[in-house]
């Protein structure tokens, strides 16, 4: 199942999910999407549709969903999510990231290194999450894989640059 272990979507997208606490909702209501504990699922879901039917485009909720319905184990609807996010967010590494997870899952391996590839144009280096993220384990043995990791390893070891004086 997918970890999504990676940094928190809240942290790095930015719009923020307390602006709904400004449109009414009880600051109570934020700790179960805080925890993200698998049994948690049911709830994000329906907070999240909720806050979608108010407003189609909240990053946040969309993130939230994506991440609630693959825990579930709803993976279809985790990529229909992440599809939303890349049109909203197409130059996020994060959301290709998430995006080249969503389409591993559901064993769409071309359209997953594609979007795998894309986040690491965008700048996605972390070397040792992408080696042990489970969601990526249908693609590990694919050629294409594994010449990506070699070309994030590579990146990873080269010198910092001289600063200038």
Request: aromatic share 8%; glycine share 4%; proline share 8%.
């Given at each position: 199942m997918r970890s999504r272990s990676r940094p928190s979507p809240r942290s790095l997208l930015p719009e923020n999910i307390r602006t709904?606490?400004?449109?009414?909702?009880?600051?109570?209501?934020?700790?179960?999407?805080?925890?993200?504990?698998?049994?948690?699922?049911?709830f994000e879901i329906e907070f999240c549709e909720q806050v979608?039917?108010?407003?189609?485009?909240?990053?946040?909720?969309?993130?939230?969903?994506?991440?609630?319905?693959?825990r579930r184990g709803d993976f279809a609807k985790g990529l229909e999510t992440d599809l939303r996010l890349s049109e909203i967010r197409p130059e996020s590494k994060h959301v290709q990231y998430n995006l080249a997870c969503s389409y591993s899952l559901n064993g769409q391996k071309r359209e997953a290194?594609?979007?795998l590839r894309r986040a690491l144009d965008l700048g996605f280096t972390d070397f040792e999450h992408l080696n042990q993220?489970?969601?990526l384990a249908p693609?590990?043995?694919?050629?294409?894989?594994q010449a990506l990791v070699k070309r994030l390893d590579r990146k990873g070891?080269?010198?910092?640059k001289a600063k200038k004086k």
């Open positions: 709904l606490y400004r449109e009414g909702l009880v600051p109570d209501l934020f700790q179960p999407i805080e925890l993200a504990w698998p049994e948690d699922a049911a979608l039917r108010r407003r189609a485009d909240h990053i946040e909720a969309l993130a939230v969903l994506g991440e609630a319905y693959t290194l594609r979007a993220d489970a969601d693609l590990k043995s694919e050629p294409e894989f070891k080269k010198a910092p």
